[in-house]
Nanobody, 117 residues
């Protein structure tokens, strides 16, 4: 059974930091591209950051480049998102995604991040 369990969300003041974690099980983690998405109220889900399955390469949305860092640990089947210099516009539910193909595309339940003073 595939499971993606996010943790680490919460309330933080502008300029603060949070670290999200996603624990994966039920599939061969190292073969999957791992990503973080987010969805703010009234908006579509958007890609935040991706850690590809080979080569160690990463991708970031323009809005988070230089502030967020994605990392994966294939030995522990985890992917993390370090978020620094948080802004109110980063407020959203953050989702962990594992993708290999259209039929191998899994989502976590999401974790709320609220940036507010």
């Amino acid at each position: 059974q595939v499971q993606l369990v996010e943790s680490g969300g919460g309330l933080v003041q502008p300029g603060g930091s949070l670290r999200l974690s996603c624990a994966a099980s039920g599939f061969t983690f190292s073969l999957y591209t791992m990503s973080w998405y987010r969805q703010a109220p009234g908006k579509e889900r958007e890609l935040v950051a991706t850690a590809f399955s080979v080569g160690g390469s990463t991708f970031y949305a323009d809005s988070v480049t230089g502030r967020f860092t994605i990392s994966r640990d294939n030995a522990k089947n985890t992917v993390a998102l370090q978020m620094n210099s948080l802004k109110p516009e980063d407020t959203a539910v953050y989702f962990c995604n594992a993708f290999r193909s259209k039929t191998d595309d899994y989502w976590g339940q999401g974790t709320q991040v609220t940036v507010s003073s």
